[in-house]
């Protein structure tokens, strides 16, 4: 049986492969001595068959191999030049900080009194700060005509908004004052300061005072409340030593 042959050109890059213990020699239609000698032998050396390609005379590559080499090569190219691409629109943190005005303290209110500093969005400019007091008592339910010890009272600190007004009152910022006495004994659950059955919500303490904010503050949800609970989330008070 005759075998029908192709006529092509010496020089070609080609590919001896190995099959059944017999070598087989496969012609190129056509060559091409732009395409990189090195990609071609690496892709080739990689791949699952037997193949080798050498680049001498009288060897030929498959012609479906060598249209295969070519496809992968510039998908690679593409690939590369993609992920390039998006690691270059991509910007390091320190390029594009993050700004929320929500969040960035420029005010700080200060009370050497009792030790602490605590810190406020630049919205707040003009912001006010009243003094009065909180009060407390055992929690216990005293019968008519039993002697009832006097309340337990200690100061409580207001910073408002400086839109707040009476007609449109906004939500402030209310911090109470305990002395580390009095601060055991709510732990103790033996001072109650609220009908709400949980506790003061500790800000911070320094080497006399105890900071916190009362039991549900918020509860009215007026108008701020929101602000405010981002502002204590990013734990804006700081102790220090009392005058």
Known sequence: MGVN??????????CSCVSSGAVRHTSHTRRDSSFPKA??????REWPLPCRVHWGKGERMPYAYSILFFATYFCAQTVAASNSA??????????????????????????????????????WKGYSAVVSQWQGGDGRTYQAGEPMPPPVVGPLISIGHPLS????????????VFTKAQWRLIEQDKLIVSAAPIGPSELGRNAKYVF?????????????????????????????RPR
Not at 39 to 44: C, D, G, H, P, S
Not at 93 to 115: A, D, H
Not at 165 to 176: H, S, V
């Open 212 to 240: 916190a904010l009362p039991p549900r503050f918020n509860y009215a949800l007026i108008d701020g409340w929101e602000e405010v609970n981002e502002i204590i989330q990013h734990h804006p008070l700081q102790p220090f």
């Open 39 to 44: 990609l071609l032998n690496q892709l080739v």
């Open 86 to 123: 998006t690691l270059k629109q991509q910007p390091s943190q320190e390029e594009s900080p993050i700004n929320n005005k929500n969040v960035v303290k420029t005010l700080v209110y200060t009370n050497k009194e009792f030790g602490f500093r605590f810190e406020l969005p630049r919205s």
């Open 165 to 176: 007004t009476e007609a449109n009152p906004r939500q402030n910022i209310p911090i109470m």
């Open 5 to 14: 042959k192709t006529q092509l050109p010496v020089g070609a890059p080609t």
